[in-house]
């Protein structure tokens, strides 16, 4: 099966016209931002600018309804660039604007989701804690009411875009223990300030994974995203899309492992011969090249059944998990091909390979979509 069957002629002219972009205006920062943890300065106004935020959206509400196909080649070629700073587009796509597009009145859809698709405001989505994190339904942070409005109190950890965000979409207790318990709340920033603290990773550095605390946080009423009680609702089908962004990610990065392996195979030279001479080597990258095909069919299947409105959860988790997991050891086998070579920072190798581990983890690490498959299974 071709990949390419899988897109349509818009599909392929937008993927081209997303590398030529991310080639020119892009890839020139990436060593940079990975080195120093910082983003060049403009670079969420400019994605806003060519429309590349609004893509899952439709044009009422600041969208261009390209459709969430669009997204995954977007996301696919962006980490091949620059994980990092894909990770802070992937949010503004996705988990932190989904929430307010499902669930959001008209009034927070202008405020907050119109102006976060033209790069003007930058959003995070805040469900982990420090004592919740697979067990997302035991998160502590508290919203009481108080007057009118409502008061916060708890911490949250590990959010990207947790200290340069303008609003965070918080997960918190309203009621009875559970997920029916959970509601969603906006946090906007320029109506008070809240505290959060950058934290070092291994990979993702010109992400900003960050502690954001919430101490007594006052919120007007209208920060209320959707009905109380239904945060856990909206917070899946948000996450059920995050996943398969995840996978796509992967691919991206898998694939640009691959292609600087097969490059590097071709030109090393050792006992007189190309290094992609010896067997062991072409049969790792053949191995290689298959599980990249194998992911990106997987997940830009479960890319058309969310434009076509027929995914399922299991879907998702098995896009992102076989996805995640082949980037993993593709990069690592790449960086392996390039011998010494692949060790020294001055090669892209470590970057992707660190880079890469984080999709193991985040929005459900591997082994907790295992277990939402083998629910599916009936299990
Ligand atoms: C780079 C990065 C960015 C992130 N960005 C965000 C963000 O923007 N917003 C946000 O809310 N969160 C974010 N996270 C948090 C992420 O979603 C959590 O780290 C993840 O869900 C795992 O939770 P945990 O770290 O608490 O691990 P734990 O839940 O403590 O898991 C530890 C280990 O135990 C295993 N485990 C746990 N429960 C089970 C079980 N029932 N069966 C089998 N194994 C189990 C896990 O698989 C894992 O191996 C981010 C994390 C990272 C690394």
Not at 30 to 35: C, N, P, S, T
Not at 88 to 93: F, L, R, S, T
Not at 152 to 168: E, H, M, P, V, W
Not at 329 to 345: C, E, N, P, Q, S
Request: a negative charge; hydrophobic letters at 45%; one cysteine or more.
């Amino acid at each position: 099966v071709s990949f390419e069957t899988v897109l349509s002629d818009e599909h392929r002219l937008f993927s081209k016209a997303v590398h030529h972009f991310l080639d020119r205006e892009v890839a020139p920062h990436a060593e940079a931002a990975d080195r120093t943890g910082d983003l060049p300065p403009g670079l969420v106004h400019r994605l806003g600018e060519l429309g590349y935020l609004g893509l899952r959206y439709p044009e009422d509400v600041g969208g261009s309804g390209a459709g969430f196909v669009a997204v995954c080649l977007l996301m696919e070629e962006f980490y091949r660039v620059s994980a990092g700073m894909a990770a802070v587009a992937e949010i503004q796509c996705g988990l932190g604007t989904m929430p307010l597009f499902l669930a959001g009145t008209e009034e927070q859809k202008e405020r907050y989701l119109r102006p976060a698709l033209a790069g003007e405001l930058l959003g995070a989505f805040a469900l982990t804690e420090p004592d919740a994190g697979s067990d997302a339904t035991s998160i502590a942070t508290a919203a009481r009411r108080a007057g009118s409005g409502w008061v916060l109190q708890g911490s949250k950890t590990y959010i990207t875009n947790g200290s340069r965000a303008d609003f965070l979409i918080v997960a918190a207790r309203t009621g009875e223990a559970g997920a029916g318990g959970v509601s969603l709340f906006v946090v906007d920033r320029r109506l008070g300030e809240v505290p959060a603290r950058r934290i070092e990773t291994l990979g993702l550095r010109a992400s900003d994974t960050s502690e954001v605390f919430l101490d007594d946080v006052q919120l007007p009423a209208d920060a209320l995203l959707g009905e109380e009680g239904s945060g856990f609702a909206i917070l899946m089908r948000t996450l059920n899309e995050g996943r398969i962004m995840v996978g796509a990610e992967s691919v991206g990065l898998a694939t640009a492992a691959l292609e600087a392996a097969v490059g590097y195979a071709k030109t090393r030279q050792q006992f007189g011969s190309p290094i992609g001479a010896f067997q062991s080597i072409r049969f790792r990258l053949a191995d290689m090249a298959t599980q990249v095909a194998a992911s990106r069919l997987l997940v830009y299947r479960a890319a058309q059944n969310v434009d076509e409105g027929t995914i399922t959860r299991e879907e998702a988790s098995m896009a992102k998990l076989f996805a995640s997991e082949v980037a993993s050891h593709v990069t690592k086998d790449a960086l392996y091909i390039h011998g010494g070579f692949g060790y020294m920072m001055e090669a892209p190798l470590q970057r992707y390979f660190r880079d890469s581990v984080a999709n193991e983890i985040v929005e459900g690490t591997s082994d907790m979509q295992r277990e939402s498959i083998a629910r599916s299974l009936g299990l």
